[in-house]
């Protein structure tokens, strides 16, 4: 037994091993044991901990396997929904990871994005001055007191090309409602949800510092996030640093402004829709009902759901986490398997509602060669739309 | 087997948006991510592999600020028995061959029979520091290593050259190999190993160890800017059919075919 990576590793926000009795469910709820063969023994990891029996080999090769399995989590807390004794597994294999990433020993994707991110705000890279390019031609200030919201895009639909279509249509949406909102642009920086999973603390406490006193010099109150990844950080993380502001995901307010008439779906949609709950949105925020309510308003749309594999049970895209980032071997891909599963329902469009999912799936779609179309609800709301 | 291992802290600039600071001299560094130089993270590989093959002693050395130091544990974790940094702060104007000086004056009273660092440094791409140093400790040396043998004192090495050439050499140890990337595959370090490196002692040598006699650069930074943007460069902008039938033409026009 070793006391002092147990310690180490409690130190750094794993204390949640202690209640773990190692009952398996959480292995059994783990998206990664889908995949034939994988065997990706979740339920030891506390156990393991607790004798400081973790990345404890001698061997390169047992050590390299061992830090992979701990990079692996996507953080989709399928385990913790599942675990009777509510383990955050994510966050203990968390605090595994910080360890390694103060000591560099961590996948050189992950240290790419890192890098990336803590150097221009934003996990692609692009440059800060770019992001509000995606808002061109949409009319929409900068943010100011006078505003009711602040319209928080995510990287991704600030700067993918794909992705900014999403911002647009919400931003589209929320003015034909006449929603009185503003944009941050090049002065706003990520989150930090994905770079705080992975165990990058210190770039995470970076974008606190930045977001944190950027809103509350404009005094902000009200934040609409595009990703759930933004709305359970914003929501749960960063209370301990500023709790000045609220935030809500798009589609919660897309769904209050259809319950008050403010936008009413007529033009009929003609497809079969089956939605996809994103991890974050969905297990993580408890937002279940509204994005299916938004469908369900949309005439003609027909919405069908993955069979079993809905709503707390949804399989994650295997975005979370930055293992957007990581290039796992084909049969070792967690969208494939969800696409699998979507595919099954005879669905024409897949809808999402987070830009992680988005991008996940339109890769994978073409990896496979199938014929879906993947749509943000945002899109689908706005194709109703007069 | 005695082996030290020379590394470098350099910060990530491969994706980043450089900045030059205003001294004109540097760059701007507080929104960059550092890391060991990539190439001596084979280099530290391959000095632990023929550690573990032959026994012997590991010792990695480091110029650099405080903050090397961190560099240097990961050397321990990883494998190193033992770390010395020598004071960045207490030299001015380092180039390669004062590096090398300053690193030779580190590790003269150590045993050795290989001295392994990378073969380039992707701050300053000098390239200077491996062959420099050999030359200052009087053993032979390899540059743009991708493979060793050793038996007894004798070493093949493999030396890649360009076109994708290879240059097998035979040489005798005492020796210094400058480590190119893909040697080998650099490994993670293990938690327990993590946990030691973080209390291990490393040797500090500064200015008041270093007897400064000859200790000299032989070129100083001038200059750091920004290379002004090309005139000649044109985009070609059409179908895919349309700019391959202009490329040719440009080809043929130019007489390069």
Same mark, same amino acid.
């Given at each position: 037994m070793?006391?002092?990576v147990?310690e180490?590793?409690?130190?750094?926000?794993?204390d949640?091993?202690? +209640?773990?009795?190692?009952?398996?469910r959480?292995?059994?709820?783990?998206?990664?044991?889908?995949l034939?063969?994988l065997?990706?023994?979740?339920?030891?990891?506390c156990?393991?901990i607790?004798?400081?029996?973790i990345i404890?080999s001698?061997?390169?090769e047992?050590?390299?396997?061992d830090t992979?399995?701990?990079f692996r989590?996507v953080?989709c807390d399928?385990? +913790?929904?599942e675990?009777?004794r509510?383990?955050?597994l994510?966050d203990?294999l968390?605090?595994?990871?910080r360890i390694?990433?103060?000591f560099?020993?961590?996948?050189g994707?992950?240290?790419s994005?890192?890098?990336?991110?803590?150097?221009s705000?934003?996990?692609?890279?692009?440059?800060?001055?770019?992001?509000?390019?995606w808002?061109?031609?949409l009319?929409?200030p900068q943010?100011?007191?006078?505003?009711?919201?602040?319209?928080? #895009?995510?990287?991704?639909?600030?700067?993918d090309?794909r992705? +900014?279509?999403?911002?647009q249509?919400?931003?589209?949406?929320?003015k034909?409602?006449g929603i009185?909102?503003?944009?941050?642009?090049?002065d706003e920086?990520?989150?930090?949800?994905a770079?705080?999973?992975?165990g990058?603390?210190?770039?995470?406490q970076?974008a606190v510092?930045?977001?944190?006193e950027?809103f +509350?010099?404009?005094?902000?109150q009200?934040v609409?996030?595009?990703?759930?990844h933004?709305?359970?950080?914003?929501?749960?993380?960063? #209370?301990?640093?500023?709790?000045g502001?609220?935030?809500?995901?798009?589609?919660?307010v897309?769904?209050q402004?259809i319950?008050e008439?403010?936008?009413?779906p007529k033009?009929?949609?003609g497809?079969?829709?089956?939605y996809?709950?994103?991890c974050?949105?969905g297990r993580?925020?408890?937002?279940f009902?509204?994005?299916?309510?938004?469908?369900?308003?949309i005439?003609?749309?027909?919405?069908?759901?993955v069979p079993?594999f809905n709503?707390?049970f949804?399989?994650c895209?295997?975005?979370?986490?930055m293992g957007l980032? $990581?290039d796992w071997?084909q049969?070792?891909?967690?969208?494939?398997?969800?696409?699998e599963q979507i595919?099954?329902?005879?669905?024409d469009?897949l809808?999402v509602a987070? #830009?992680y999912?988005?991008?996940?799936?339109?890769e994978?779609?073409k990896?496979?060669?199938?014929?879906?179309?993947?749509?943000?609800?945002?899109e689908?709301?706005?194709?109703s $739309?007069? | 087997?005695?082996i030290?291992v020379?590394?470098?802290?350099?910060?990530?600039?491969?994706?980043?948006?450089?900045k030059?600071d205003?001294?004109?001299?540097?760059?701007?560094?507080?929104?960059?991510?550092?890391?060991?130089?990539e190439?001596?993270t084979y280099?530290?590989?391959?000095a632990?592999?023929?550690k573990e093959k032959f026994g012997?002693?590991?010792t990695?050395?480091?110029?650099g600020?405080?903050?090397?130091?961190d560099t240097?544990?990961?050397a321990l974790?990883?494998?190193?028995?033992s770390?010395?940094?020598?004071?960045?702060e207490?030299f001015e104007g380092?180039?390669?061959?004062k590096?090398?000086?300053?690193?030779k004056?580190?590790?003269k009273?150590?045993?050795f029979?290989?001295?392994?660092?990378g073969?380039?440094?992707?701050?300053d791409y000098y390239?200077?520091?491996?062959?420099?140093?050999a030359?200052?400790?009087?053993v032979?040396?390899?540059?743009?290593v991708t493979?060793i043998d050793?038996?007894?004192?004798?070493?093949?090495v493999?030396?890649?050259l360009e076109g994708?050439?290879?240059?097998?050499?035979?040489?005798t140890?005492p020796a210094?190999?400058?480590?190119?990337?893909?040697?080998n595959e650099p490994?993670?370090?293990?938690?327990i190993a993590?946990?030691r490196a973080?209390?291990?002692?490393i040797?500090?040598?500064?200015?008041?160890?270093?007897e400064?006699t000859?200790?000299?650069?032989?070129?100083s930074l001038e200059?750091?800017?920004?290379?002004?943007a090309?005139k000649?460069?044109?985009i070609l902008s059409?179908?895919m059919?349309e700019?391959?039938?202009?490329?040719?033409g440009?080809?043929k026009?130019?007489g390069l075919?």
């Amino acid at each position: 037994m070793n006391t002092e990576v147990r310690e180490a590793i409690i130190e750094s926000g794993g204390d949640d091993v202690i +209640k773990c009795y190692q009952c398996g469910r959480c292995m059994a709820a783990c998206p990664w044991n889908l995949l034939g063969g994988l065997n990706y023994a979740t339920y030891r990891f506390c156990q393991r901990i607790k004798l400081g029996a973790i990345i404890d080999s001698e061997e390169k090769e047992a050590i390299a396997a061992d830090t992979i399995d701990v990079f692996r989590c996507v953080g989709c807390d399928a385990c +913790k929904s599942e675990c009777p004794r509510g383990v955050g597994l994510s966050d203990v294999l968390r605090a595994v990871r910080r360890i390694l990433v103060d000591f560099d020993s961590y996948p050189g994707e992950l240290k790419s994005v890192v890098a990336r991110l803590f150097n221009s705000g934003n996990p692609l890279g692009e440059p800060a001055e770019k992001r509000a390019d995606w808002a061109e031609g949409l009319n929409i200030p900068q943010y100011t007191e006078a505003c009711e919201y602040l319209y928080f #895009p995510c990287c991704f639909p600030a700067y993918d090309a794909r992705a +900014k279509k999403v911002a647009q249509a919400s931003a589209r949406i929320l003015k034909r409602a006449g929603i009185s909102f503003g944009i941050m642009g090049k002065d706003e920086f990520c989150c930090g949800e994905a770079v705080r999973r992975v165990g990058a603390e210190k770039v995470f406490q970076t974008a606190v510092k930045q977001n944190t006193e950027l809103f +509350k010099k404009a005094k902000v109150q009200k934040v609409i996030a595009t990703s759930p990844h933004c709305l359970v950080t914003f929501t749960r993380e960063y #209370p301990e640093y500023y709790d000045g502001f609220k935030t809500r995901h798009a589609v919660q307010v897309f769904d209050q402004l259809i319950k008050e008439k403010k936008i009413v779906p007529k033009k009929p949609f003609g497809k079969t829709v089956v939605y996809h709950d994103p991890c974050t949105l969905g297990r993580q925020m408890d937002i279940f009902d509204e994005p299916r309510a938004i469908l369900k308003s949309i005439p003609g749309l027909n919405l069908v759901e993955v069979p079993v594999f809905n709503r707390e049970f949804s399989v994650c895209c295997g975005g979370g986490s930055m293992g957007l980032w $990581l290039d796992w071997p084909q049969d070792e891909r967690l969208a494939n398997i969800r696409t699998e599963q979507i595919l099954e329902t005879g669905a024409d469009i897949l809808c999402v509602a987070c #830009p992680y999912c988005l991008h996940m799936f339109e890769e994978t779609m073409k990896s496979m060669d199938v014929d879906i179309e993947v749509m943000d609800i945002s899109e689908i709301l706005e194709a109703s $739309l007069d | 087997m005695d082996i030290i291992v020379c590394i470098k802290r350099v910060a990530q600039t491969a994706e980043a948006d450089v900045k030059i600071d205003s001294s004109g001299k540097d760059i701007v560094k507080d929104r960059l991510t550092f890391d060991m130089n990539e190439s001596d993270t084979y280099a530290l590989e391959e000095a632990i592999l023929l550690k573990e093959k032959f026994g012997g002693t590991l010792t990695a050395v480091s110029l650099g600020t405080v903050q090397a130091e961190d560099t240097l544990r990961i050397a321990l974790a990883k494998g190193a028995d033992s770390a010395i940094r020598i004071k960045a702060e207490d030299f001015e104007g380092l180039d390669g061959y004062k590096t090398a000086q300053l690193l030779k004056a580190a590790i003269k009273d150590l045993k050795f029979d290989v001295v392994f660092t990378g073969c380039i440094a992707t701050d300053d791409y000098y390239s200077q520091v491996g062959v420099t140093l050999a030359e200052l400790l009087g053993v032979p040396h390899a540059t743009l290593v991708t493979k060793i043998d050793i038996q007894d004192t004798k070493a093949q090495v493999h030396r890649e050259l360009e076109g994708g050439l290879i240059e097998h050499l035979d040489m005798t140890l005492p020796a210094l190999f400058t480590i190119q990337t893909g040697i080998n595959e650099p490994r993670y370090a293990s938690l327990i190993a993590i946990r030691r490196a973080a209390k291990k002692e490393i040797k500090v040598i500064g200015a008041s160890e270093i007897e400064p006699t000859g200790i000299q650069a032989n070129a100083s930074l001038e200059e750091l800017f920004t290379p002004p943007a090309g005139k000649r460069a044109e985009i070609l902008s059409g179908s895919m059919d349309e700019i391959s039938a202009k490329v040719a033409g440009i080809i043929k026009e130019k007489g390069l075919i």
